[in-house]
C-alpha cells in the first residue's frame, strides 16, 4: 500500500506541475520577430546577402568564396546582364529567433588574419542583428586563399599586349 500512496503522491506532484504550466505557460522570450501580434520570418537569402555584404565591407578582405565559387563568378561577371552573387561563399542556417553563419574568405597578403577575422565577425554579427532582429549565434570564418598583388591570372590576361593587329 506504501507503493500505492507513492504513485498517487508522484501522479499529484505530476498533475501539479502540469497546472502550473497551464496557468503560467513556459514565459516565450520575446523579440522583434516574434510578438503577441504575429510572426516575421526571415528567409536564408536575405541574411547571406547581409552576412555577404557586412564581410566585404572589411579592410583585408580581397573576395569571398572557394576556388570554384570565385571562377564561376569571374565568368559570370563577363556576361552582359548578369550580376555578381552578393552571398557567394556564405552560407547560413536561419531559425525562428536565431542564425548561424559560415564564411570563406580569401584575405589580401600582409594582413593579421586573427585580427583580420575578429572585424569581420563583429561586422557580420551586428549587420545581421541591426537588419534582421535575429540572434546571431555563430559565425565561423574558413580563410581558404591570400591574395597577392599583380598574381591574379585576369589582370595578366587583360594588359598583356595583343599579337594581332
Do not use: C, W
Not at 574568405?105 to 600582409?110: A, K, S
Amino acid at each position: 500500500m506504501t507503493s500505492t500512496t507513492t504513485d498517487k503522491d508522484g501522479a499529484n506532484d505530476k498533475a501539479a506541475v502540469g497546472e502550473k504550466s497551464a496557468t503560467n505557460p513556459p514565459a516565450k522570450k520575446e523579440n522583434a520577430l516574434v510578438t503577441e501580434q504575429g510572426t516575421t520570418t526571415i528567409s536564408d537569402i536575405v541574411v547571406q546577402k547581409v552576412a555577404g555584404l557586412a564581410a566585404r565591407e572589411v579592410r583585408g578582405v580581397h573576395d569571398l568564396g572557394g576556388g570554384a565559387a570565385r571562377a564561376f563568378g569571374a565568368i559570370r561577371d563577363r556576361i552582359p546582364g548578369a550580376s555578381a552573387s552578393i552571398g557567394q561563399g556564405v552560407s547560413v542556417e536561419v531559425g525562428e529567433t536565431q542564425a548561424a553563419v559560415d564564411l570563406e574568405l580569401v584575405v589580401e597578403y600582409g594582413v593579421a588574419i586573427a585580427e583580420l577575422a575578429r572585424a569581420v565577425r563583429r561586422n557580420v554579427i551586428t549587420a545581421i542583428e541591426q537588419m534582421t532582429g535575429l540572434d546571431v549565434v555563430e559565425v565561423n570564418i574558413n580563410v581558404n586563399d591570400v591574395y597577392i598583388p599583380g598574381e591574379d591570372d585576369d589582370d595578366g590576361q587583360l594588359s598583356a599586349p595583343s599579337r594581332v593587329q
